[in-house]
Every structure is written in structure tokens, then in C-alpha cells.
């Protein structure tokens, strides 16, 4: 039953009509942007504006899990003043996983989400 109404969802949504709610059997599902209050991950989900159910197809629910993965292997840092600049304490395993040592020499740039530094 469940994988029918999917089915069905994954449908209408690649001709580009309405979803219809699995719970309601309204056509009043519409796509919306949140964010998890915990963690402070935007996603994207399907809202019915009838009774509130929630879904996500499962190009949302890859997209959700990817940040969650990134998350996980998160580390947190200290950055700390250094004269005029700011230095970063990298974390000793992160260091040693990418043989990183005093006077290691290395390139920083900025990325979509922030900034990247790659060990040369």
C-alpha cells in the first residue's frame, strides 16, 4: 500500500502535477525548505497544507543524508589570534592522517560552504 502511494507520488512528480498527500488524499502538497533545529541542517521536503504530513522523495532524503555524513566526520576546531592573522589548531589525528607537521606547507581557498586547506 505504502509503496503504491509512493509510486504514485514519484509519478506526479516527474510530470510535473500536483502530489497528492499519502495520509489525506489532498493534492495540496507543496515543496518547502526547513531546517533541523538541532543540528542546524537545511533541507527539503513536501508539506500537505491540509493536514501537515510530511515526505521527502528520495533524491531529498540522499541529499539530507549527505549532510548528515558530513556532519559526522566534523571536527571542531580553535582558531586563536597569531600577530595580525588568525591561525587554526588543527586536531593531532586529522595532523597525522595527512602527515601535517610544524612548517608543513599547504593552500587555502574559499569554498561554497566556507573554506579549504589542502596540505602541498
Known amino acids: 500500500m505504502k509503496q503504491k502511494k509512493a509510486e504514485k507520488l514519484l509519478s506526479a512528480q516527474k510530470s510535473g502535477g500536483f502530489l497528492t ?68 589548531r588543527i586536531p593531532s589525528d586529522i595532523a597525522d592522517e595527512f602527515s601535517i607537521s610544524a612548517g608543513t606547507h599547504g593552500t587555502l581557498t574559499k569554498d561554497k560552504d566556507g573554506i579549504k586547506i589542502i596540505p602541498t
Open 21 to 88: 498527500c499519502p495520509v489525506c488524499n489532498k493534492e495540496e502538497m507543496e515543496r518547502r525548505k526547513d531546517i533541523m533545529e538541532q543540528d542546524g541542517i537545511e533541507f527539503e521536503a513536501y508539506r500537505c497544507s491540509n493536514c501537515g504530513e510530511e515526505i521527502m522523495t528520495m533524491k531529498q532524503l540522499k541529499v539530507l543524508a549527505g549532510k548528515y555524513r558530513k556532519l559526522r566526520n566534523a571536527k571542531d576546531i580553535t582558531f586563536a589570534k597569531w600577530g595580525n592573522s588568525i591561525a587554526v
